[in-house]
């Protein structure tokens, strides 16, 4: 079946390190791939998106590129901030059945 | 982008109480819409597919009779959480899908 798998946290680092969350997936087809973010005691939020293999999504310095070959999705950033402590979770999508399958999540602590 | 509201955003009741949680989407019909469970530091958790005019379809494990689901039309889907009790109380997120999920704010449900 589909699966989503990402690195276990928590990651902590010190302000403006560089960033690396790994995520790779299992799927029959061709999903679209996610990341969500989420802030303490809110709701999820959508960062980025690719559509297809090779497509890379960007949102506030974060990026990620959906490597068809190595079934991989990693998250990026250059510089970390404080601000950017939350929870990420890598996502896929299937068009045919709507269905989004998370992973586990990965917690981040950027120290200031 | 397409919007998915989700109300109330937190609230508080009493053991044996029924709790009611509606999910919308604002500009966009949803034959489909998912109900999540996330339990602290975890990752969110597919309870139920709320599907237009028809019954909901259960993820395994999870109670039908306790979380009751309404989907009456192409906007709106509800979940009822009956009788709840303590170990009930957790954070509730419905998605709606057009092209990509989208999200509702999520509510904090708190059984005391």
């Known amino acids: 079946g589909n699966s989503v798998t990402q690195m276990e946290g928590p990651v902590t680092l010190s302000e403006e390190a560089f960033l690396t969350i790994n995520c790779t997936y299992t799927a029959t087809g061709y999903p679209s791939l996610f990341w969500y973010v989420q802030y303490p005691g809110e709701g999820l939020q959508l960062l980025l998106k690719?559509?297809?293999?090779?497509d890379k999504g960007s949102n506030k310095g974060f990026e990620a590129t959906y490597r068809k070959e190595t079934t991989s999705f990693h998250l990026e950033k250059g510089s970390v901030q404080v601000s950017d402590s939350a929870v990420y979770f890598c996502?896929?999508?299937?068009?045919?059945?709507?269905?989004?399958?998370f992973g586990k999540g990965t917690r981040l602590h950027i120290l200031p | 982008g397409a919007v998915v509201s989700q109300h109330p955003s937190w609230v508080i009741c009493k053991s044996g109480t029924s709790v009611k949680i509606e999910c919308r989407s604002l500009?966009?019909?949803?034959?489909?819409m998912f109900w999540y469970r996330q339990f602290p530091k975890q990752s969110l958790m597919l309870m139920a597919t709320s599907n237009e005019g028809s019954k909901a379809t259960y993820e395994q494990g999870v109670e039908k009779d306790k979380f009751l689901i309404n989907h009456a039309s192409l906007t709106l889907s509800t979940l009822t959480v009956t009788s709840a009790h303590p170990e009930d109380s957790s954070f509730y997120i419905c998605s709606a899908s057009y092209r990509e999920a989208f999200f509702g704010q999520g509510t904090r449900l708190t059984v005391v």
């Open positions: 690719a559509t297809k293999a090779d």
């Open positions: 500009d966009f019909q949803a034959t489909t």
């Open positions: 996502a896929l999508f299937m068009n045919r059945d709507d269905k989004i399958i």
